[in-house]
């Protein structure tokens, strides 16, 4: 999945740092949200998820934090690795996964 | 290697070419959808498919036209694009359970120019 000529937002971080990837979104009624990851050249992939139900997951290496005062989703990643270099969507929906509405996405750029 | 395979992941047609892009998810899921996602915009919704009946059409225009011959495979057929139809389609599937949708698990893309 390419993205060239998307003028994404872009956090460039230091290899080694904490990443955090912020997302806004809309509906106060979403009870569900996924992280997705996207390199160049390739589909989306699903990182993580979170149910309205909780507030804080973690992963491996990744922890979604949800506040549903403010309708704030964000995506930390500890260590950031080269890898990690990627466009990130969060997605939300209604009724645990019935309809997704993605976000405009945010660019990854890992500094060595 | 994802579940989800498509082809071609590059197509360049003119405006009055026929042409298809087809999907085939080998995950057993029984849900498929075809996304567009070009630039300055969102992934867009653009068509559901649930156990081979189209359940959802997201205004899209009729110069594309899905087909859903079984649950594995998914087809998009493209007739008299424009422009700026340019773009990566993306399809997907999940697994409903329980009337939920699912996660989505998404193909590598065609990238589709129309000149």
């Known amino acids: 999945g390419e993205s060239v000529g998307l003028h994404l937002p872009t956090l460039s971080v230091q290899e080694g740092d904490n990443s955090i990837i912020n997302c806004a979104y809309s509906n106060s009624a979403s009870d569900y949200f996924i992280w997705y990851k996207q390199e160049s050249g390739k589909g989306p992939q699903f990182i993580i998820d979170i149910r309205s139900n909780m507030d804080k997951r973690q992963g491996q290496r990744v922890t979604v934090l949800l506040n549903k005062t403010v309708k704030h989703l964000s995506l930390q990643i500890a260590a950031t690795q080269p890898g990690d270099s990627a466009v990130y969507f969060c997605?939300?929906?209604?009724?645990?996964?019935?309809?997704?509405?993605f976000g405009p996405g945010t660019r990854l750029s890992v500094l060595p | 290697e994802t579940g989800v395979t498509q082809t071609p992941r590059h197509l360049v047609m003119g405006m009055t070419n026929k042409k298809s892009l087809k999907c085939e998810q080998h995950l057993g899921h029984n849900a498929m959808y075809w996304y567009k996602q070009s630039a300055k915009k969102p992934l867009e919704l653009m068509f559901v498919y649930s156990l081979e009946e189209r359940v959802e059409n997201n205004s899209v225009p009729s110069r594309f036209s899905p087909e859903c011959p079984n649950s594995s495979h998914l087809f998009l057929h493209l007739h008299t694009l424009q422009p700026e139809d340019s773009a990566l389609y993306l399809c997907?599937?999940?697994?409903?359970?329980?009337?939920?949708?699912?996660?989505?698990?998404f193909g590598e893309g065609s990238r589709l120019t129309v000149l």
């Open positions: 997605a939300e929906s209604r009724n645990y996964g019935q309809n997704f509405v």
């Open positions: 997907a599937s999940s697994q409903p359970r329980g009337g939920r949708r699912g996660e989505l698990f």
